[in-house]
Each structure stands twice: as C-alpha cells, then as structure tokens.
C-alpha cells in the first residue's frame, strides 16, 4: 500500500512540472539573430579600434516578454576584432578574425528591445581586453539607442 501511495505522489508531481500551464515564450531564432547583430552593431559604433567587431561566442540569457509583438531580450556574447575596416561597409560576421599579438577582443552584455523581428533599442556593457594582456581590461558602459 505505502509503495502504491508513493508512486501516485511521483506521478502527480512529474504531472505538475508538464501540466503546470505557465506560458513559454517560444521566440524566432531570426530574432535572436537580429538582436546579436544589433548588439555587435551597437558595440561597433562605439568603439574606438578602426577595425570591426564580430561576436564569436553568444547566449540567450532571458527574454522578458512586453506584449504579443515586443520583447527584451537579454544576451551574453564576446567579440574579436576583425580585419576589415569600419568604413569598408562590410558585415561584420563576414569578416576574418585578426592574428597577433595586440588584438583586441571583450566580453558583453547587451539588452535588446524587439518589436516584432526588429531591434529599437539597444544597450551594451563590454569588458574590453587585449588578448595578450589577459591582467589588464577596461570597462567601457555604452548607452541605449534607438534606429
């Protein structure tokens, strides 16, 4: 009996975790997409090298849903410099990484305003480095912007 007892309490509580019916936000990989370059976009304009930036390394860290069509996501990523040109109109993501000695590479944070599949506003906090300085980095906050 205690045994039959102990399996109904199991199988009602795997049942809660499935069944609970708290909403998930199912979002477009096209969205966190826009919103990465959006962020390397963000991260670009404001830097100081005259090379681009390209992320190589992101994750999704919370969506924060606004209503059906407007969301904020939040992201985690790390950018390299590139070897093209700021003013060479380039996409970044297109672009080679630098070799050596001195290039500069930071870790970010960025908050990204979606409306639909389109970013408005976005703000990004990077820890800058050099990768043959990992001891010394300097932290750089990068205000919010729409289009």
Request: glycine share 6%; with cysteine; aromatic share 10%.
């Amino acid at each position: 009996m205690e045994k039959r007892v102990m399996m109904t309490l199991v199988i009602f509580a795997l049942g809660m975790n499935y069944c609970s019916g708290f909403p998930v936000f199912d979002y477009d990989p096209s969205s966190l997409r826009e919103a990465l370059s959006a962020s390397v976009a963000k991260v670009n304009s404001q830097s100081l090298s005259p090379y681009l930036f390209r992320a190589f390394r992101n994750s999704l860290k919370r969506v924060n849903v606004l209503d059906e069509d407007s969301v904020i996501m939040s992201l985690e990523f790390s950018v390299g410099e590139t070897t093209c040109l700021k003013d060479s109109g380039e996409d970044p993501s297109t672009c080679a990484f630098q070799r050596g000695y001195y290039v500069q590479t930071a870790a970010c944070r960025s908050t990204v305003r979606m409306l639909g599949e389109q970013a408005q506003q976005v703000w990004a906090h990077c820890r800058w480095s050099h990768t043959s300085e990992s001891s010394s980095s300097e932290e750089v906050r990068r205000g919010s912007a729409g289009p």
